[in-house]
């Protein structure tokens, strides 16, 4: 299974940009899925993630400005960021459990228990 992220580019401040996560196997049995990202010097953290029942969590610092879906019948898993913002600099990345988590870690947006990442694709935001 490969998961491959594209849509990443450089925006100014306010800009929108759509992340796209193309899924080589069907969506059906993807688990928790999500979008992470990490800045230079920092560690990888959540962004956003979309449970198997449909319900999604955001990280504090995107809520109202990102949205996370999911598209059955492309395999995709998309992320649109509006308002974007320079801390929102990092290189994201997309991945899926294919599994069940233990309660609580997809709703947390924890970095454990994701069987396939992407490669990562680079957001910048200039001020």
């Known amino acids: 299974v490969r998961l491959v992220e594209s849509g990443g580019g450089s925006v100014q401040t306010g800009g929108s940009l759509r992340l796209s996560c193309t899924i080589s196997?069907?969506?059906?049995?993807?688990?928790?899925m999500g979008w992470f990202r990490q800045a230079p010097g920092q560690e990888r953290e959540g962004v956003a993630t979309?449970?198997?029942?449909?319900?999604?969590y955001y990280a504090d610092s995107v809520k109202g400005r990102f949205t996370i879906s999911q598209d059955n019948a492309k395999n995709t898993l998309d992320l649109q960021m509006n308002s974007l913002k320079p801390e929102d600099t990092a290189m994201y990345y997309c991945?899926?459990?294919?599994?069940?988590?233990?309660?609580?870690?997809?709703?947390?947006?924890?970095?454990?228990?994701?069987?396939?990442w992407g490669q990562g694709t680079q957001v910048t935001v200039s001020s």
């Open positions: 196997t069907s969506l059906s049995d993807s688990g928790c």
């Open positions: 991945a899926a459990s294919f599994a069940f988590l233990p309660r609580g870690y997809c709703q947390n947006r924890k970095l454990e228990g994701y069987a396939r």
């Open positions: 979309i449970d198997r029942d449909g319900s999604a």
